[in-house]
């Protein structure tokens, strides 16, 4: 899988995502740090990647008729990366299952 990791989520994350087998960027690495929720949304489009987000935006987005873009949507307060990444890890099976069955929005609680 392709992953995208929207700007208020760290980019350990995207490095988690890659040593678990995956393509994983974070938009600083494509230039998108400043870019507006729709550039963003395109990128992950065009690109078809996953975005992973906390922002409500783009769970949205995600729910509306014809959505090209799959969400995994981070539902954690504030907290560490180190708690961010075990919870991604925990969930990790049921995440990738979601996705591979087809689910618009899988969300990490």
């Known amino acids: 899988m392709r992953f995208l990791v929207d700007n208020q989520l760290p980019v350990a994350l995207a490095h988690f995502l890659t040593r678990a087998g995956n393509e994983s960027l974070h938009v600083i690495d494509v230039g998108l740090a400043r870019a507006s929720d729709s550039e963003i949304w ?11 987000s906390k922002d409500d935006d783009f769970f949205h987005r ?25 919870a991604i890890e ?20």
Do not use: D, H, K, M
């Open 42 to 52: 395109r990128y992950a489009a065009e690109g078809e990647f996953v975005l992973v």
């Open 62 to 86: 995600a729910t509306q008729p014809g959505a090209l873009v799959q969400l995994v949507w981070i539902r954690l307060g504030n907290c560490r990366n180190a708690a961010l990444l075990a």
């Open 90 to 109: 925990g969930a990790w099976s049921r995440l990738l299952s979601c996705l591979q069955a087809g689910e618009r929005v899988v969300e990490v609680r």
